[in-house]
């Protein structure tokens, strides 16, 4: 799991057209100038600003503003992908996904070392030479500056949103970085086109359905505050009587783009439920306004960012580390159900069969040899329990040990066969 200081990773979601690119880009500016991001001055420190660590997922996309660390395109050819498997534009993004997350612990790896604090810088050997002052006194020399080691890990996911979080090579890219690092979500919103109460109220649902999905903490952004203030958004997210009335109107003159005005009413109940059931999911978000343009309100995302580390800190690393251990658990105990199937199937440290009566008759025409009269002597069919005791209890108790070290070694092979043949069992 991730340290108490290790850098955090902020995963960049939002609908095709929200500027989420845009706002990547903006976002890598600023920590570029900035050495504290939360605070809203510029650059005035001599000492340059730690740098993030850039992922693009986005392997469609034909060039970003930016420089990135570690390029899905680099190791997928997407449309290479599509020619090769007859898929068309989503179908090729979701395969160079799952192809790319099969890395995932290369990647990982990458990142824990990149991230890593750097070493402290040697310190100069001490000479004879002083510095003067104006006053005549002396003092020692500056001591070397250290660059700082990266404190965020910036995520650009592709503009289809639901090929990233409804897949399975999504939910594992986001589960290994959130078992490795504090993971924040950065739900990106176009607001001039979130005006209307039915477009406001489809982000939030689907910003809903991606909190519980990824079960990681969550930041509203919404952009493009230079074209379109967000203060309506928030006030809806804050004051349920502000939404209705906006709803109310909409029902009767009918906004812009809205499908509530001239219809028979059902969307606008529908709405009406809706505000009241999220009510309460508002209350576990951040939401800040920004533009990628201009910059203004990055400085406050960073600030959500930081309350967000602290809040996946204190609630949702229990949470995985719960998970994480029931997974471990489920997966020790099929291995000891694949090992006790093993070892039943093969007659490993079993229970010693019972010798057979003599007196016993082993078929049916042996029964009836013994109704007509036949006597024990007559039985030709004897068993001898010698060759129970061939394989006796010490050699069938190394046998089974030698079974359960190879099963709990540490590199998790489960290949029993293969330690059969070597062992030339069988």
Same mark, same amino acid.
């Given at each position: 799991?991730?340290?108490?200081?290790?850098?955090?990773?902020?995963?960049?979601?939002?609908?095709?057209?929200?500027?989420?690119?845009?706002?990547?880009?903006?976002?890598?500016?600023?920590?570029?100038?900035?050495?504290?991001?939360?605070?809203?001055?510029?650059?005035?420190?001599?000492?340059?600003?730690?740098?993030?660590?850039?992922?693009?997922?986005?392997?469609?996309?034909?060039?970003?503003?930016?420089?990135?660390?570690?390029?899905?395109?680099? +190791?997928?050819?997407?449309?290479?992908?599509?020619?090769?498997?007859?898929?068309?534009?989503?179908?090729?993004?979701?395969?160079?996904?799952?192809?790319?997350?099969?890395?995932?612990?290369?990647?990982?790896?990458?990142?824990?070392?990149?991230?890593?604090?750097?070493?402290?810088?040697?310190?100069?050997?001490?000479?004879?030479?002083?510095?003067?002052?104006?006053?005549?006194?002396?003092?020692?020399?500056?001591?070397?500056?250290?660059?700082?080691?990266?404190?965020?890990?910036?995520?650009?996911?592709?503009?289809?949103?639901?090929?990233?979080?409804?897949?399975?090579?999504?939910?594992?890219?986001?589960?290994?970085?959130?078992?490795?690092?504090?993971?924040?979500?950065?739900?990106?919103?176009?607001?001039?086109?979130?005006?209307?109460?039915?477009?406001?109220?489809?982000?939030?649902?689907?910003?809903?359905?991606?909190?519980?999905?990824?079960?990681?903490?969550?930041?509203?952004?919404?952009?493009?505050?230079?074209?379109?203030?967000?203060?309506?958004?928030?006030?809806?997210?804050?004051?349920?009587?502000?939404?209705?009335?906006?709803?109310? +109107?909409?029902?009767?003159?009918?906004?812009?783009? +809205?499908?509530?005005?001239?219809?028979?009413?059902?969307?606008?109940?529908?709405?009406?439920?809706?505000?009241?059931?999220?009510?309460?999911?508002?209350?576990?978000?951040?939401?800040?306004?920004?533009?990628?343009?201009?910059?203004?309100?990055?400085?406050?995302?960073?600030?959500?960012?930081?309350?967000?580390?602290?809040?996946?800190?204190?609630?949702?690393?229990?949470?995985?580390?719960?998970?994480?251990?029931?997974?471990?658990?489920?997966?020790?105990?099929?291995?000891?159900?694949?090992?006790?199937?093993?070892?039943?199937?093969?007659?490993?440290?079993?229970?010693?069969?019972?010798?057979?009566?003599?007196?016993?008759?082993?078929?049916?025409?042996?029964?009836?040899?013994?109704?007509?009269?036949?006597?024990?002597?007559?039985?030709?069919?004897?068993?001898?329990?010698?060759?129970?005791?061939?394989?006796?209890?010490?050699?069938?108790?190394?046998?089974?040990?030698?079974?359960?070290?190879?099963?709990?070694?540490?590199?998790?092979?489960?290949?029993?066969?293969?330690?059969?043949?070597?062992?030339?069992?069988?």
């Amino acid at each position: 799991m991730s340290a108490p200081n290790s850098p955090v990773a902020i995963v960049c979601v939002g609908m095709a057209g929200s500027g989420k690119t845009t706002f990547m880009q903006r976002l890598v500016s600023h920590l570029y100038t900035h050495p504290d991001p939360t605070a809203p001055g510029p650059f005035v420190s001599k000492t340059p600003p730690p740098q993030p660590y850039i992922l693009n997922l986005d392997p469609a996309v034909h060039h970003v503003p930016f420089t990135p660390n570690i390029d899905i395109r680099d +190791s997928v050819n997407y449309k290479e992908v599509m020619k090769q498997f007859n898929l068309g534009p989503n179908g090729g993004i979701l395969t160079s996904l799952n192809l790319f997350s099969t890395k995932i612990d290369q990647v990982i790896n990458l990142l824990e070392k990149r991230t890593q604090p750097p070493e402290p810088a040697p310190q100069p050997e001490q000479t004879t030479v002083e510095f003067m002052t104006n006053q005549g006194k002396t003092t020692p020399p500056p001591p070397q500056q250290q660059t700082q080691g990266v404190k965020h890990i910036l995520v650009d996911t592709p503009g289809q949103i639901e090929v990233f979080v409804w897949s399975a090579s999504g939910e594992i890219l986001l589960s290994s970085l959130a078992s490795t690092f504090p993971t924040v979500i950065a739900y990106v919103i176009d607001t001039p086109r979130t005006t209307s109460t039915s477009t406001f109220m489809s982000n939030m649902l689907y910003a809903c359905s991606i909190l519980y999905k990824t079960r990681l903490p969550m930041i509203l952004v919404f952009n493009k505050t230079d074209a379109q203030d967000a203060a309506f958004a928030k006030e809806w997210m804050t004051d349920f009587e502000a939404f209705q009335a906006a709803l109310r +109107s909409e029902e009767e003159v009918g906004g812009e783009g +809205s499908a509530v005005g001239g219809g028979s009413g059902y969307m606008g109940s529908l709405l009406n439920s809706m505000s009241l059931v999220l009510d309460e999911f508002y209350k576990h978000l951040s939401v800040v306004g920004v533009s990628s343009i201009t910059g203004d309100g990055i400085s406050d995302f960073f600030k959500g960012v930081e309350e967000k580390r602290q809040e996946f800190e204190r609630d949702y690393k229990p949470e995985l580390e719960r998970r994480r251990a029931e997974r471990e658990a489920q997966k020790l105990a099929h291995r000891e159900k694949q090992l006790d199937k093993l070892m039943k199937d093969m007659n490993v440290a079993g229970p010693k069969r019972p010798a057979k009566d003599k007196d016993d008759p082993e078929t049916v025409s042996d029964a009836e040899d013994r109704d007509d009269g036949s006597s024990d002597a007559d039985m030709d069919v004897e068993y001898d329990s010698a060759d129970d005791d061939q394989d006796g209890p010490s050699n069938n108790d190394s046998l089974a040990k030698r079974y359960q070290e190879a099963f709990h070694q540490d590199d998790g092979d489960l290949s029993f066969a293969r330690y059969v043949q070597q062992s030339n069992i069988g």
